[in-house]
């Protein structure tokens, strides 16, 4: 697996790069008189493969050792430090990186420095893993040279220098021209680089260079998390029109244009939306707000409208014509804050518990008075402690009341003190 740049914040060791691939066998063999360096590094890949890693590296030092020639040096020395990070013997590891980059070999030399850098990188120590991005820089090919971009584009980054990391990010997306081929590494940098810099540009704010890099990408590859950073720069591109709607509606300017109530309406209704979508319902909640609080009763009453859509109302309320139920400011503030699922499962909770209540006594063929009120008081009891607990006896102590003449005959403090 070749080693491929991640994240400037990824937990646990860097995963190393393959010692090998089908193109790292030279033809013309180890230099004459030294031992079978190529050989004992064929040995030494096939134990690490199954999980041999002390040996592995024991054949790796003595191909080393051996003094081959700078390729099947740079070969051994790039084997010995994945065997050593993959022991977890960082020292030794990256010692034997920095020995394969001094061979100056131009394949295995800019691998050795690639995983040097991450892995210097992934343990803090930024400066060293700079200047090796930088190393990497002079002596990698296309391929590593987007990889030591990306490098040092988030070193920058890490050190909140953004106008700095501009031209390493540019170089680190740039594609060859149409004719030319385009390797694996370098196709897999220019992707992961675009849903880094996209993400980076999207929390400061900017979704429209943030698009702009997400497009980089997918012009390589169909990533379904790129292709989610799209979404989301359409998302905050939505939030802003929408804003905008609602700020003109609520503008005290005699002189500015304002959109019609419907509009305006919608447009609340769709950024609060938005705004839950985005996983902000403190925001959401503010959109709701301000729209019930536009100066202009008819946007006021759309907005109104929209957010209590969908309100169930009693029969007998609508026969009666009795107003508002009780219970629909609790809904209005639910749908507004995004919170409606919490105060379902909040009813639920208590209608279970009501029914508990009443229910074990009447199974278990309860007669005596006194339990069966107990149990009665107790259930009637069980909102009392929730926000809207107290509405729901006030409202049965209203009904009561008016089903008596007007004579509240309940004690004060019912039923907690009945």
């Keep these: ?62 191909a080393a050792a051996a003094d081959p020639r700078p390729r099947l040096q740079a070969r051994s020395l790039l084997g010995l430090a994945v065997v050593q990070d993959q022991r977890g013997d960082l020292a030794a590891a990256r010692e034997a990186a920095r020995r394969a980059v001094s061979t100056g070999d131009d394949r295995f030399a800019p691998r050795a420095a690639h995983h040097l850098a991450l892995s210097l990188e992934q343990e803090g120590e930024h400066a060293e893993a700079e200047r090796t991005w930088r190393r990497l820089l002079e002596i990698g090919g296309p391929a590593h040279t987007a990889v030591a971009h990306y490098g040092l584009a988030r070193e920058a980054e890490g050190r909140g220098e953004h106008s700095g990391a501009e031209e390493h990010w540019e170089a680190a997306l740039a594609l060859p021209a149409a004719s030319e081929p385009i390797s694996r590494l370098q196709a897999e940098t220019v992707v992961e680089a675009a849903r880094d810099l996209g993400g980076r540009l999207l929390e400061r704010g900017l979704p429209g260079a943030a698009a702009a890099a997400v497009e980089r990408g997918l012009a390589l590859a169909d990533d379904p998390a790129l292709r989610l950073l799209r979404a989301a720069t359409h998302l905050e591109h939505a939030i802003a029109d929408t804003g905008a709607i609602v700020d003109a509606a609520g503008t005290a300017d005699p002189d500015e244009p304002r959109p019609g109530a419907g509009t305006s309406g919608a447009a609340v209704e769709l950024l609060a939306g938005l705004l839950a979508l985005r996983g902000d319902p403190e925001a959401s909640a503010r959109a709701w707000r301000a729209g019930l609080d536009i100066r202009d009763t008819g946007t006021a009453d759309h907005v109104r409208h929209r957010l209590r859509r969908g309100f169930a109302v009693p029969q007998e309320e609508q026969e009666e014509g009795a107003g508002t139920p009780w219970w629909e400011p609790y809904l209005e503030e639910a749908v507004a804050t995004d919170s409606a699922p919490a105060l379902a499962g909040e009813l639920f909770a208590v209608l279970t518990r009501m029914h508990n209540t009443v229910g074990v006594p009447l199974a278990e063929g309860e007669v005596r008075p006194a339990a069966l009120r107990e149990a009665m008081e107790e259930a009637l009891r069980t909102p009392s402690d929730l926000v809207w607990g107290q509405d729901v006896h006030a409202d049965f102590r209203r009904r009561l009341t008016e089903a008596m003449g007007g004579r509240d005959v309940l004690p004060e403090g019912w039923p907690d003190r009945a």
Aim: net charge negative; charged share 25%; proline share 16%.
């Design 1 to 62: 697996m070749t080693t491929t740049p991640g994240p400037p914040a990824r937990s646990g060791a860097p995963e190393p790069p393959e010692a090998t691939d089908p193109e790292d066998h030279p033809a013309d063999g180890p230099a004459p008189g030294a031992e079978d360096a190529a050989g004992l590094c064929d040995q030494a890949q096939d134990l690490a493969e199954n999980g041999h890693l002390e040996r592995a590296a024991a054949l790796y030092e003595r």
